[in-house]
């Protein structure tokens, strides 16, 4: 019976070091998660597009349009938005 005791003692420890483990885990890929972020705007969505650069001779190159975003409180928002929300706030 003391076995018993000992063995949940010793799995509630390794359960509370893997909580700990995951937690840390976690916090690790919401670091890359904002290291590594889509071009789109938080507010709205606005996302990059698929333009074309024309020469003289028509010849189609293709290219992507982003949106221009801008840092405002740790996100990304486009300057369309934060036009937006300062004459919202006039």
Do not use: W
């Amino acid at each position: 019976m003391i076995d018993d005791v000992e063995d949940h003692e010793d799995l509630r420890g390794f359960l509370d070091n893997l909580s700990q483990t995951v937690y840390t885990l976690s916090h690790y890929l919401s670091i890359l998660s904002t290291k590594i972020m889509a071009r789109i705007c938080s507010t709205c969505g606005k996302g990059s597009k698929k333009a074309a650069n024309r020469s003289h001779s028509k010849m189609k190159t293709l290219r992507r349009q982003n949106p221009n975003l801008q840092k405002v409180d740790g996100s990304l928002v486009c300057t369309a938005c934060i036009r937006t929300t300062a004459k919202q706030l006039r």
